[in-house]
């Protein structure tokens, strides 16, 4: 028989519930396979008793535990002392066939060599009974008997994954999935993660016992769970847990052995909620009055962040806006975007007048990001608070099958311009002083240092705060008129060091420049030259110009700022950081672009669409132009650089504003990660 000090680690689970035996009548009672069951030998025992032995039938195992220290092993017979420090746990393997098939017999007896003053016998009938998710997350499911009930981030780390189940499956409903109680599609049941019920054991005990499935009040608003009955038809799949559904007695059939449920997130991680939501399930003994809980499972989940991606990662389509001003329509620019696309062999997604309202500011209406579980991924778009033309644009055309969708509204006051996602990026991974971003992290602008001015709504720095994975970093962008941070900052890929250099806007670097171009006898070179829509202005008048050396050198500073913030915060170093020549002009209290501002670029891989800045032509070449290609070609990207001055420019805005990119997700996989 097996021996166990007590404080040994065993395999098994510590004791859940106690069973007090007869000498006078059998007991009977159920044991949950895998579950040890302690078995009390002490309260009812025949006169002048002082020990006993125990023995299990085929099928039940038989533990004595006992203190070490004060209790001598028996050998022998093996009697064991009656006292205090010695208990009996029996566990089962295997489900019963029948009811009361296995038993447990206790002999007591008084002297060594006296007959047995008594007995006692339990009957035990086996319940398998487990609820399993994929803990692993290898994509499907496995039967665990380790711990199911917490949630464990890194590479071995364990706990089940679930999808915010925001797409729109079926064309016929006008609401994202999870806005239905009931299936549309069985397409849906592809973003929900499969959780399995183990219910083995006879079936005249499931007459009796009944599996209870819950939730807590408040997961409920953020789980949803469906239970599938076989079949090809959305009517063999109901919701049995979610909003108002708090409990469902489980529907077991005769013979069955296994049901299995899928399991759809309803909320994203946020300010109450820090993503983790639990099920439970529970074998009731409905025979009394109230019914008693015999045994309790319980499984863990982690809703899937959402997820940004830089400009590092390979784009799929790039989306713009067809619009027409006073001057014309921006065909010229959507033939420009085009050809950069097909370079880029990304797929354009012209949004037509008519669906945004003559807004272009794609960039700032959304954000695309993705989730992912171990068996499931699909882009998200984040529909910004900003709410102006292009408002309906994500919900109504980019909401789709295995495409979906999340916004943050502002309650209180309406949106300013900082709530733009143009004032949203996300860097590449990074590390910094040992501290791994393999998801890179997320850099929003703000009034910071400053006290008061414009900030980002709370409601969506919370939100994106809640995700987790991508850490993100406040950055001074209220200097600016725009306010956003793609007017200063720029990410692009490069095949050496980190994978890619940090470009930032520098008045410093272009006021340079243009004193070197003087000093070669170019001084009377012109900025905006050929440009028919403006006057010129020469290298020795910009120079001359003590107002835009003042602005230049106020943009410079606050540029300064933000680059040791991102210095400290991305752990770079100044050969991670390129400077893009760029002037700025002050108009009251904030600072605008003085010509194109060329890092507010598309980025499509290796092919860079910029803003063409109009600069001094110099033998035939634009001087700007050949700075920024001297700087970016031998990083092997190519740069096109693209007229977007009325359509654009003019309006306080550049190509990365009228333009938005889906790229493909990270093969990191965020739950390996430790946040």
């Not at 909320?267 to 309790?296: E, I, K, N, Q, Y």
């Not at 309202?357 to 608070?385: C, L, T």
């Not at 009034?447 to 850490?471: C, D």
Request: hydrophobic share 35%; charged share 25%.
């Amino acid at each position: 028989m097996p021996r166990r000090g007590a404080g040994e680690p065993g395999d098994r689970m510590a004791p859940q519930r106690a069973v007090q035996l007869s000498l006078k009548t059998p007991t009977h009672a159920v044991c949950v396979v895998g579950v040890e069951m302690l078995v009390d030998v002490h309260s009812d025992v025949p006169e002048g008793a002082k020990t006993f032995r125990v023995s299990g039938s085929s099928g039940v195992e038989v533990f004595v535990v006992y203190n070490p220290a004060r209790v001598t092993e028996p050998t022998g017979k093996a009697r064991w002392p009656l006292g205090a420090e010695v208990d009996v746990v029996v566990s089962m393997d295997t489900a019963s066939k029948d009811l009361d098939d296995r038993k447990v017999k206790v002999f007591y007896f008084g002297e060594p060599e006296e007959d047995a003053l008594g007995h006692s016998v339990l009957y035990l009938t086996g319940a398998d009974v487990s609820l399993d998710v994929d803990a692993g997350r290898i994509g499907t499911v496995k039967r665990s008997r380790g711990d199911k009930k917490t949630w464990r981030w890194g590479p071995k780390g364990y706990g089940a994954v679930l999808l915010v189940n925001c797409d729109r499956d079926s064309q016929q409903s006008r609401e994202p999935d999870l806005a239905n109680s009931q299936l549309t599609t069985l397409d849906d049941l592809q973003d929900m993660s499969p959780m399995v019920l183990s219910c083995d054991g006879p079936d005249e005990l499931f007459s009796s016992h009944k599996l209870v499935l819950d939730v807590s009040l408040a997961d409920s608003e953020r789980v949803g769970v469906f239970c599938a009955r076989g079949g090809n038809s959305l009517e063999d799949y109901k919701q049995v847990l979610g909003p108002h559904q708090l409990s469902y007695k489980v529907e077991r059939q005769r013979g069955e052995r296994e049901i299995t449920f899928y399991v759809e997130g309803l909320a994203f991680p946020d300010a109450d909620f820090p993503g983790l939501v639990s099920l439970h399930v529970s074998l009731v003994d409905m025979r009394t009055m109230p019914a008693v809980t015999l045994f309790t499972d319980t499984v863990a989940f982690r809703v899937a962040p959402w997820i940004m991606t830089p400009n590092t990662q390979p784009p799929e389509e790039l989306y713009v806006c067809s619009v027409v001003d006073a001057h014309g329509p921006n065909d010229k620019f959507l033939e420009d975007m085009s050809r950069l696309a097909s370079k880029a062999h990304c797929k354009l997604v012209v949004c037509p007048r008519v669906e945004n309202r003559n807004d272009r500011w794609i960039q700032d209406e959304m954000e695309f990001g993705y989730v992912e579980a171990p068996h499931k991924y699909f882009p998200v778009v984040f529909d910004s608070p900003r709410n102006r033309g292009l408002r309906d644009f994500p919900y109504k055309k980019i909401l789709g099958p295995d495409f979906g969708y999340v916004t943050r509204e502002i309650l209180a006051a309406g949106a300013s311009s900082l709530d733009s996602f143009g004032n949203l990026d996300v860097s590449p991974p990074v590390t910094v002083g040992g501290v791994e971003y393999p998801l890179g992290r997320i850099l929003i602008g703000s009034s910071y240092p400053k006290s008061g001015g414009r900030q980002m709504a709370r409601v969506v720095r919370n939100f994106l705060q809640a995700q987790r994975v991508q850490a993100p970093v406040q950055l001074y962008s209220d200097w600016l008129s725009v306010g956003h941070v793609d007017e200063f900052l720029c990410f692009v890929p490069a095949t050496d060091r980190k994978g890619f250099r940090l470009l930032l806007a520098s008045p410093s670097a272009c006021l340079k420049l243009f004193q070197e171009k003087k000093e070669e006898g170019y001084g009377e070179a012109a900025q905006f030259d050929g440009l028919k829509y403006t006057g010129k202005i020469s290298i020795n008048e910009m120079l001359a110009d003590r107002r835009l050396q003042s602005d230049s050198l106020h943009a410079q500073k606050c540029i300064d700022w933000n680059r040791e913030v991102l210095k400290r915060e991305l752990g770079l170093t100044e050969r991670d950081i390129v400077d893009v020549p760029q002037l700025f002009s002050v108009r009251g209290s904030y600072a605008e672009a003085f010509f194109p501002d060329m890092v507010n670029m598309v980025v499509l891989g290796k092919h860079l669409g910029i803003p063409k800045p109009y600069g001094p032509i110099i033998n035939g070449r634009c001087c700007l132009e050949e700075k920024v290609r001297s700087l970016l070609e031998p990083l092997g990207l190519r740069c096109a650089f693209i007229d977007d001055y009325l359509s654009y420019h003019k309006l306080s805005g550049e190509i990365h504003c009228g333009t938005n990119v889906r790229r493909k997700p990270f093969p990191f996989k965020w739950w390996n990660m430790v946040p």
